[in-house]
DNA sequence: ACCTGAACACCGTTCAAGT
DNA sequence: ACCTGAACACCGTTCAAGT
């Protein structure tokens, strides 16, 4: 079961490699999965043998958080400063949702590997050449807050099984259950608002929709600001 | 140590006293030294004792996030929604700031506990009583995002080593270590930036100035929506 | 009937002993 | 010189044995 098919069974182990694997493990079993002993015996290894190539637990999530950044996509030259930002920011978004674990270790990590570090100072990069000023740019990176990085922590979260394999789990819980629904009035009606409108399925709501529209609602804002030459002192 | 002066040793065990102890040892302690065998020692008592009271550990964390929860200042009637709703977030906001541990806890956590939903609800009947509709509503809560709740995961972190007692060990890194200012250049230049500005001591920045920023960006870019009767169907 | 010590199945990590 | 079994100090939780 732990040892794969096409490679011989004494693959050596590299840095690389437990990198993918411990990825791939978070992946589908949950990250609440992953843990020193589940991953060395995915790899065919005694615990210890992993100590060789990572420090510790720590540095394997931070090494891992940085495989993920990598994904995401470069910038495209000569776009205009929002349309290459949102570009960025969607790529950004399909890398973490291709590893659902990778939000939350992110946050919880101390922050600042030298992967997000890189993005996010192309980021400012960006910023600055679409004529911000550094306070402006400044600012913004932090109303963008985790956002910049393709993920906003959506409260009543529709997707939250994050790191199941196979089909998702029930698509949909169907709306409020009947009781809840009842204490919580104002919920439940905003919960099955916009049903008429957008093109739905089910009862959900459509997560790419709603973050666009929190992400084109601070672009725009930032537009005008900077087209009025905003700076701090303003307020 | 672990028993107080003034409480004879004996207090019955009660889950308030379980809870009020849990959240004063997350507080000075952090999260990570909450154990259910720590909480037990802390208590005087032995482990299986904390079962009578809450289910599991998970339970129990539920529980303490509804305590803090709990904290946030009730709406201020007759107020103009956009004011009622920013009087509210940054009540909200200084509730987690008194409980370090609770944002990622909330976010960890599978969400909606009933302290959660019913703040939520309130937020959303004061949105619908501003006159937004039903559809707007919905979309300017998932834009909010955790910022309804008061944080907003910020992503370079200046108070990051949250759940220490006594001073904060040491106020601010003193801007970027020069090695890593040289790698990331653009983001070495909006650190400094906002110096000159704004009247923060050292070379940290207004937690609570980004905070207020990004929160009157977005309501701002709420009203203009509404004042234009936006629905989904616009986009 | 109530309480709890010992135990179970886990952690991450160390270290000395074995080859 | 290299590898690793056993051990350490923890977890959350169960359960049977003791009062």
Redesign the interface.
């Known amino acids: 079961m732990a040892e794969q098919a096409g490679t011989p069974r004494r693959t050596p182990l590299s840095r690389e490699r437990i990198l993918r694997t411990a990825i791939a493990l978070a992946d589908t079993a949950g990250i609440e999965s992953l843990s020193m002993r589940n991953l060395a015996q995915e790899l065919g290894v005694v615990p210890m043998a992993l100590y060789k190539h990572v420090a510790n637990k720590d540095e394997l999530l931070d090494a891992m958080i940085d495989m993920v950044v990598g994904e995401i996509d470069a910038p495209i030259p000569d776009t205009e400063w929002k349309q290459a930002i949102r570009g960025r920011i969607l790529s950004a978004r399909s890398a973490l949702q291709r590893h659902p674990w990778a939000a ?1 270790a992110i ?2 990590r ?3 590997t ?1 992967a ?3 993005y ?3 980021v ?2 960006t910023l ?1 050449s679409g004529g911000l ?3 402006l ?3 913004v ?9 393709g993920f ?6 529709t997707t ?1 099984d994050a790191g199941r394999s196979g089909p998702n789990t029930a698509p949909q819980p169907a709306a409020l259950p009947p009781e ?1 629904a009842a ?5 439940a ?3 099955t ?2 049903h008429d ?2 093109s739905v399925v089910g009862s959900g ?1 459509d997560d790419q ?3 666009e ?2 992400l084109d ?2 672009l ?3 537009e005008r ?1 900077q087209q009025r030459g905003w ?3 303003h ?1």
């Open positions: 939350l946050e919880s101390n922050m600042a030298p997000i570090l890189g996010l100072d192309s400012v990069a600055r000023s550094a306070d740019a400044h600012h990176m932090h109303a963008m807050g985790s956002r910049v990085l906003s922590q959506e409260l009543f979260d939250r809840i204490r919580f009035p104002h919920l009606e905003i919960a608002a916009s409108e957008t709501c929709f709603e973050f529209f929190a609602l601070l725009d804002g930032i600001l700076t701090s002192a307020r």
